[in-house]
């Protein structure tokens, strides 16, 4: 998971994993794609199921990305097989529409999908999630699944349920996944900042009163 740039959960196109490169000290993904190959140059950063990658070739139709050992550990990617399909985004630019959320490209964890139940034009799915990362969501709140910005419909404490439209399922890798595979979880970054914040000033504030009230609201300039 590399670089600091954003995405914002809005795939651009679904590849497919043409070599995977495994070795004692090396992980490569060499995937398959039409449109996002026009817009590379070396050492650009594409996102992959969410994952912040970093180019280092490319071709007319496909292009090659180094995986750390720490990405590996964190994400989905170590499963892929050839065949695979893979969702990708490239960065956001000053120039572009923020049609999703703000996305890192930093995976928090995966989880498991436990259910897929079709409601009418849409897809219900559940995933599993880690109670570490449950504090970083809310109800109606965004998460971005496999990359794509999703606004979740229902959370519990191990679990997250997200509502998918045809749109969104005809342009990700979402129209392909089956119950039992892993997805990548990254939770909203917002969310993130706000927990830490939080966290920090009960710890600097030990032994005091740490409730959240207007005058402390009014402290931090959210109103």
Avoid: W
């Avoid at 809005?10 to 817009?39: C, H, M, P, W």
């Avoid at 498991?112 to 599993?128: D, L, R």
């Amino acid at each position: 998971m590399e670089g600091k740039l954003l995405f914002t959960g809005i795939i651009e196109e679904v590849g497919t994993l043409k070599t995977k490169y495994s070795s004692k000290d090396r992980f490569q993904l060499e995937i398959k794609a039409q449109n996002v190959v026009k817009k590379l140059t070396r050492g650009e950063s594409i996102a992959v199921n969410g994952v912040c990658l970093t180019v280092i070739s490319f071709t007319d139709n496909s292009f090659t990305a180094d995986i750390m050992p720490e990405t590996l550990k964190k994400t989905n990617l170590e499963k892929t097989n050839q065949g695979s399909k893979l969702n990708l985004e490239l960065p956001l630019t000053p120039e572009d529409f923020m049609g999703g959320h703000l996305v890192s490209g930093h995976i928090d964890g995966t989880g498991m999908v436990n259910n897929i139940q079709p409601e009418k034009n849409a897809k219900i799915i559940e995933v599993e999630l880690d109670s570490e990362l449950n504090k970083f969501m809310v109800d109606k709140g965004s998460v971005a699944l496999n990359g794509v910005s999703l606004t979740i419909m229902e959370l519990s404490k191990n679990s997250l349920k997200v509502s998918l439209i045809p749109e969104t399922l005809n342009q990700t890798n979402f129209k392909f996944v089956n119950q039992g595979e892993k997805v990548n979880i990254e939770t909203d970054l917002i969310g993130k900042y706000v927990v830490k914040m939080l966290e920090n000033y009960r710890e600097q504030n030990s032994g005091h009163d740490t409730s959240i009230d207007e005058d402390f609201l009014k402290d931090k300039g959210f109103f």
